[in-house]
């Protein structure tokens, strides 16, 4: 039943990784699979690949540098060696990182469960947050959604057509209203209703940083006085499609506020999903859930191990 199930998830981050799979990593495969043995320039093709990608330059430094390593100490000449290493190396970046499945971790605490959802706008923050309450309540848990994004009524607005979407109960106030005053009336009510999980929205003004840190460590010090270990999660949520530029975003928020856990959106449609690679290699930051679509059900956990199995299967 498990390998059923493992087979099923691989063929579908076939499906939905298709866009980076042609691209970058089918530029690799083709460099493999065109030669038979190894030359002079092949190690300098693989990176020129890398380079290309969005992986970034500081990770493909690191891959690149220890393959010519390899290459010298087992003095490799067979191509399949060599891919065999690549896949291993990258790998590793996601093994490396602690990734524990975070139903255990809500598990673990006392409810109710706090995840501060934050992202600059436009990386489908509403959405996602729709969709990971719907995943929980799916897992029998009863989630509280707080609406503490009060500068866009738009905002508001959406979070709660999806909170009704996924069935799950919704707190706001307001357009303007205190941030913190929303997460204080959402976790008092989470408290009261015997809540398992709330997720709290946040503004994505990134372009107003000082206000925006100000704004998450109030939102965070006034819920600590309902729940002191209050959030028990940050989550950032990035979209995967901007490429580099959610690398950026990952550095910018990580300046002034501990993230630990990422979601990266819009997956299926980009071809840029190197800079999964990254991300985690620069930030050692858990991936928990990707988004693959637009419907309610199209968030999905995050394993490293078939991220990289599905793109070096031959």
Request: charged residues 30%.
């Amino acid at each position: 039943m498990f390998l059923k199930k493992e087979k099923e998830t691989k063929k579908t981050f076939y499906r939905e990784l298709d866009k980076t799979r042609e691209s970058f990593f089918s530029k690799i495969k083709n460099i493999f699979f065109r030669k038979s043995k190894l030359d002079i320039n092949f190690i300098d093709h693989i990176e020129d690949i890398l380079l290309s990608s969005d992986i970034g330059t500081k990770t493909t430094i690191k891959i690149i540098n220890n393959l010519e390593k390899r290459v010298k100490k087992e003095n490799y000449r067979e191509i399949t060696d060599i891919y065999k290493f690549l896949k291993k190396e990258i790998e590793v970046l996601f093994i490396d990182i602690e990734n524990e499945r975070l139903e255990k971790k809500i598990e673990s605490e006392k409810k109710p469960y706090v995840i501060m959802m934050v992202g600059v706008n436009g990386v489908g923050k509403t959405t996602t947050i729709g969709k990971l309450a719907f995943l929980f309540k799916k897992k029998g848990l009863n989630v509280m959604i707080g609406a503490a994004d009060t500068f866009r009524a738009a905002a508001i607005k959406q979070l709660e057509i999806w909170a009704n979407r996924a069935n799950v109960s919704f707190i706001k106030q307001h357009m303007h209203a205190d941030p913190a005053s929303v997460a204080y009336d959402t976790l008092k009510s989470a408290k009261s209703k015997n809540i398992d999980v709330v997720l709290i929205d946040t503004a994505g003004r990134l372009q107003n940083r000082i206000n925006l840190m100000e704004e998450l460590s109030k939102i965070s010090r006034v819920m600590k006085k309902i729940i002191p270990k209050s959030p028990h999660e940050i989550m950032l949520i990035l979209d995967s499609s901007t490429g580099q530029n959610a690398f950026e975003q990952v550095k910018k928020f990580t300046s002034f506020v501990k993230v630990s856990s990422l979601i990266l959106t819009k997956l299926e449609g980009t071809a840029k999903g190197g800079v999964v690679i990254g991300i985690m290699d620069q930030f050692k930051i858990p991936i928990k859930y990707i988004g693959i679509g637009e419907k309610i059900q199209d968030l999905k956990e995050f394993d490293g191990k078939i991220f990289i199995d599905s793109f070096f299967s031959i």
